[in-house]
């Protein structure tokens, strides 16, 4: 599996978020940034978020997606659209319930705006750990198989 990249564009308060490769845990904290800023821009109207090029994706990156989600429908009250071409990666967003909280689209977007490398972000260990729970939250609230799925994790990082 190639390395996660995560590439981002604006135009005009529109947003894209492009997952490519192997999206795990030390990309999370760098979009979570990313939506903090995002989401303090005036002229921000909408997000769009494509994974066709996505090849994994770790429960920590799937929870800021959720949190992305369920700021989009607080701020503007509308759900954002997620782009998934692989038959995988989409059963894996159905099963997390995100047919619930996202446009799921299973055709490839055509874009012609150029995307920049979101740049990795180094956090303290605490506040890492800090950010995981959070995105394991933002997953247990869901679903009832998300709760199941996740307490323990989050029990045990609460603990630690």
């Not at 947003?15 to 979009?31: E, H, M, N, P």
């Amino acid at each position: 599996m190639a390395l996660g990249r995560i590439l981002v564009g604006n135009g005009d308060g529109i947003y894209l978020i492009k997952f490519v490769g192997d999206v795990r845990l030390s990309l999370g904290a760098a979009v979570d940034e990313f939506l903090d800023r995002m989401f303090r821009d005036e002229k921000f109207r909408s997000v769009v978020v494509d994974l066709t090029a996505t090849e994994g994706i770790d429960s920590t990156a799937l929870g800021v997606l959720a949190r992305l989600s369920v700021q989009a429908r607080n701020r503007l009250a509308f759900k954002p659209t997620l782009v998934s071409t692989r038959p995988d990666i989409t059963r894996l967003l159905a099963a997390m319930g995100f047919d619930d909280i996202f446009h799921i689209v299973t055709e490839p977007l055509q874009s012609a705006r150029q995307l920049g490398d979101l740049p990795s972000t180094e956090l303290p260990p605490e506040e890492l750990r800090c950010r995981v729970i959070a995105a394991h939250r933002g997953l247990m609230a869901l679903n009832d198989n998300n709760r199941e799925r996740f307490e323990d994790l989050v029990a045990t990082l609460e603990a630690s």
